[in-house]
């Protein structure tokens, strides 16, 4: 019966899944048109200065960095299809999970094509830019999630109290949305110590929130 349900649920968004799966791996298209302009070894990983630290083989940036986000894709919605829960996920949230790892893909892939062809791209910049809106939007969203076990703040007494549940949720997602606004800002600083800031507001402040939500028996 669970399975036949599991079925049912991706056949619900059979269109967007295969969809999605064809976003993230064409860069793949067009790196295979960009061949013969491409370099031997690409830029593929770059410092807060957007400077290059790490190279792939031309393969390996073409083919294999958006197969490996295929993967990634795959393993984020059959996660999520098999939460006991996803039917609290809500549909928004399900179809930002349906085409996040499909625009990362895009975005990071054809930021990589344009530095490896001599473009004045910002990695760093662009990077946080698309985290930071992908944040707005999560924020937006995720505290109309209700319980489950994929997405949210899922701890032990979240999961076991509806209240405090909720309660943490609306809390984290405007943690989430403040965070989105710092990933933003910190497209023009491109700043570690920003990094940390919004890992703390992002993570750890809705967490303590729900600790003490949970002392207070709530």
Known sequence: MKNEERKEFLKEYKTS???????????????????????????THFDTHNLANGWSSKPMAVFGIPFLLLLVHLFCVIA??????????????????LWLVPIVS????????????????????????????????????IHKVKQNYTIGIKLSWTL???????????LAGWTIILGGVLFLANSLI?????????????????????????????
């Open 17 to 43: 899944l295969i969809s999605g799966c064809l976003l993230t791996l064409s860069p793949s298209l067009a790196g295979v048109l960009l061949w013969n302009r491409l370099p031997e070894k690409i830029a």
């Open 80 to 97: 999520t299809a098999n939460d006991p829960k996803r039917r609290n996920i809500g549909k928004r949230i399900f179809n930002m999970i």
């Open 106 to 141: 895009v975005v990071c892939c054809m930021s990589i094509y344009g530095v490896a062809l001599g473009m004045d791209v910002n990695v760093g910049m662009v990077i946080n830019i698309l985290v930071g809106l992908m944040f707005i939007f999560l924020g937006n969203y």
């Open 160 to 170: 076991n109290s509806e209240e405090n549940w909720n309660r943490t949720n609306r």
């Open 190 to 218: 491109l700043s570690i110590n920003l990094l940390l800031i919004i890992v703390a507001v992002c993570v750890l402040i809705p967490m303590v929130y729900s600790f003490i939500l949970y002392k207070k028996g709530i």
